[in-house]
């Protein structure tokens, strides 16, 4: 993910085998977007992306354990 800085602007959206349409959780700043990640369930956060204007990354490949 290439914008990573805290203030940048992301979508945080949720994916689902069972529902091919996006939900979006969040639109706003990085730093907030994780936040918000972290306070999903783990079955929440296997399914989350988060997307850039020039990226786009599954949560799980991005927060470190």
Request: glycine share 4%.
């Amino acid at each position: 993910m290439r914008s990573t800085y805290s203030g940048a602007t992301v979508r945080l959206y949720a994916l689902s085998d069972s529902d091919p349409v996006a939900q979006t959780l969040f639109y706003g700043p990085l730093a907030e977007a994780i936040t918000m990640a972290r306070q999903q369930p783990d079955s929440v956060q296997d399914t989350l992306w988060l997307a850039t204007d020039n990226d786009v990354i599954a949560w799980r490949d991005f927060e470190p354990d």
